[in-house]
């Protein structure tokens, strides 16, 4: 996290914490998860327009999804794990089934006059639950699941550094999540 950028708000520590998710060089683990996801069936689903109403939480879509599961009295409702395609890439993404439809339940921040109604979405049945000492972890192939993969992390790496240069040059955290940033290829 950036000690530069004093008394950051939420958003802005979201967006940074993005950022450090954006420089990260790939171990052969991502790089044979990376191969595996390019494998998937990546399908169109809807979000749920009332999520942030109903008190689901931004980038917060595990847990989002494992409660809805587990405070779900008829057991229709169980979390799905999977990948969000994403631009150029993949982010590890959780979302519901009920009655035999996927719909993702967590809020997103979304640039102006993006449609934000639906997402492509994969279901990975390589992804498995680890429950150890009361917590949940989840495991593809025996480790931990990287949070973000990309087809390009060069590009990657440029676009978390200029937004660490915007939130450092004072720029509204709300303008840089929604904003599109240009960078030269």
Not at 13 to 30: F, K, N, P, R, V
Not at 43 to 58: D, F, T
Not at 70 to 83: E, F, L, P, Q
Request: glycine share 6%; aromatic share 8%.
């Amino acid at each position: 996290m950036d000690q530069g950028i004093k008394g950051v708000s939420t958003l802005a520590s979201e967006l940074l914490a993005e950022c450090d998710l954006l420089e990260i060089h790939y171990t052969e683990h991502d790089e044979r998860v990376l191969s595996h996801i390019l494998e998937l069936d990546f399908q169109p689903i809807p979000r749920w327009e009332l999520a942030e109403q109903n008190g689901m939480l931004h980038l917060c879509c595990h847990d989002n999804a494992v409660l809805m599961e587990r405070n779900d009295w008829s057991g229709s409702r169980k979390a799905i794990h999977g990948w969000w395609q994403n631009g150029h890439g993949f982010v590890f993404h959780s979302v519901i089934e009920e009655n035999g439809r996927l719909i993702c339940v967590t809020p997103v921040y979304a640039s102006p006059g993006e449609d934000t109604s639906y997402l492509y979405f994969a279901e990975d049945p390589m992804i498995e639950r680890v429950s150890a000492d009361g917590t949940l972890a989840l495991h593809i192939f025996g480790q931990d699941v990287p949070r973000r993969l990309s087809l390009d992390p060069a590009y990657d790496r440029r676009l978390a550094a200029e937004m660490r240069a915007r939130l450092a040059a004072g720029y509204d955290p709300e303008q840089v999540a929604t904003e599109p940033i240009l960078i030269n290829v």
